[in-house]
Every structure is written in C-alpha cells, then in structure tokens.
C-alpha cells in the first residue's frame, strides 16, 4: 500500500523556509536584521546570565561595597573591571543588567501565554457558539478595554496584597504580576480570534465536521482553532514588548517584583534615586536596555505582521 503521508524531513522544511517570501522579506530588510540580531543577543546574555555576566551582582559575597558609585569605564575615575560602572551598593550594571533582564522576559513571555490562554479561550467560544456567549464575552472585553491596562494590573496587584498573606507576598509577587499583565490584556486575542472564527466556522470543513456528528468544542479546538493561531501570534510578538514595558511601569512605582529580584524597572526606579547627585549611568544604562529591548522586538513584530499579510505580497 502506498504511503498516505509523507515523512517529514527537517532537512527539506528549513530548505523550504529558505526560499519562502517570508525569509525573502526578512533578509532584504535591514532594519528587521539588525532588530533580530538584538533581541537574540539580549535574549542569549539574559538566559545565560550565570555564565556570561561578569559579576554576579546578587551574591553578597561577591559585592564589595567600596566598589559603589564607579562610573563607567570611558569616565574619568572610572575602571575597566566595570564598563558600565556601578550603582550604590557596588554592584556591576552590566551584570544587573543581564540579570535583570531576566525577570522581565520571564514576565513578559509568562504574562502573554497567560493572555493567550484566556483570550483565545474565550474569543473561540464567543466566535464559534455566538449567542448570549458572544454577547457577554465581547461586552466584558469592551468594557475592559475603555480601562487602561495599567490601572487593572494595579488593581489586581491591589486586591492580591490583600488576599495574600504578608509573609508569602515576596513569594508570589512574580505569579501576581503575571496573572496581574495577562488579565490586563485578553481582551485584545479575544477580540482577533473571535474575528476570526467567525470567517471559519462558515467553511466547508467545520460544515462537514459538523455533519457527521463530531462534538461543537472538538471542532472548534482541534479544527477552528490552529486556523486562527496566525494573527495571534503576530499580536504575541507585539504584546510581549507591551508586557515588558508592563511589567517595568509597575516596578518603577514599586508594586512589581520585590528588590531581591530586580528588574529593568526596579533597577531604573533605584537608579533614579541617583540621578540628579551626578551618578546618571545606574539609571540610563537599565532604561536604554529596556528602550533598545522593546523597541527590537516592536520592529520584529511589524515586520511579523506585514510579512504574513497576503495582502501586500
């Protein structure tokens, strides 16, 4: 019997991607290169912090507090043990940067699967059974939207410090975050998904799907669902760069991590401390990392967006 499905080779799919528009309209925009070879070395420096970073910046056996306050290597009185110089408690910026980082792509990537999760959830049951289900879905999704996503993580992180227990509020600051971003921003998958499976549960497929009895949420997550996951993950791409700046605007007012486990936006809140007694570099040096991060993966994400639009190939 002949074989009904090919095997899939790695080799010829790579080859396939190499000769697709979308590669083709990657590697003739320069900008779009340059944007993903920062967000990958950003990425790369924040995954392997522990190994690459100079100085483990959060070990106080290796901080030296005589250390503080060195500006940076190129500066007068400055050192080339730290390039970027240090901040108050004598703590290497390139490394805090490179740890620092971490936490805020661990809340950024967490918070948009959490968003996804909930958003695609609740836009592929509003778009598919319609009704009273998409009426009350798309209503609370308007009325969320005409409230500005940081004032609903603020109330979220609110209501959490209350319901938590002082002595696990530390703990659980990072899941309250996460939770905090991603309810903050469902509305906007759930809005695209439902838009989509609106088109889709009018095809062909889902008619004769539904025409030899296969059960309405078998069809909508096995079938609907990997045909709206498109548009979505263009919009991840883009809201990963908005949970970022998220999740720095909560630590900058002090309601995000706790100072144990910084951030880009705790490290600029510390540093801003700093600014105007002459030590600038413990607040610019964070603050330039979190412009150049989000504004690499912005880049990424319109590029995404233009290169899978039928429209303009």
Known sequence: MAKLYKKFDPADALHRFFDSDVFYSFRTS???????????VIFISAAFAPWLAPYDSFDP?????????????WAEDGTSDFFLGT???????????????????????????????????????????????????????????????????????????????????ELMAIYVLIIAIG??????????????????????????????????????????????????????????????????????????????TPSLGTLIRVGNNFLFSGEWWITLFPALGLVILVLAVNLLGDWLRDALNPKLR
Do not use: C
């Not at 056996?61 to 290597?73: C, D, I």
């Not at 509003?126 to 009426?135: K, Q, R, V």
């Open 87 to 169: 901040d108050d408690q004598g703590r290497d910026i390139l490394s805090t940067l490179m740890y620092g980082s971490r936490i805020s792509l661990l809340v950024g990537f967490s918070a948009v699967i959490f968003s996804i999760i909930l958003g695609v959830g609740l836009g592929l049951l509003a778009g598919y059974l319609g009704g009273w289900t998409d009426i009350v879905i798309m209503r609370l999704a308007d009325v969320q939207l005409t409230i500005p996503a940081i004032l609903i993580a603020l109330m979220i992180d609110g209501v959490a410090r209350i319901l938590v227990p002082p002595e696990s509020r």
């Open 30 to 40: 320069p900008v779009t290169v340059i944007s993903f070879v920062i967000t990958l």
């Open 61 to 73: 056996a290796s901080v030296e507090l005589m250390n503080a306050y060195t500006p940076p290597a």
């Open 183 to 260: 309810i903050s921003d469902w509305p906007r998958y759930a809005r695209v998904t439902r838009g989509a499976a609106l088109v889709e549960r009018n095809k062909e497929y889902v008619s004769a799907a539904r025409v030899i009895g296969v059960n309405s949420y078998k069809i909508m997550f096995k079938h609907v669902l990997p045909n709206v996951m498109g548009p979505v993950l263009v919009l991840a791409t883009i809201g990963l760069a908005l949970a970022i700046i998220t999740e720095a605007t909560l630590s900058f007012l002090g309601v995000g991590v706790p100072p144990t």
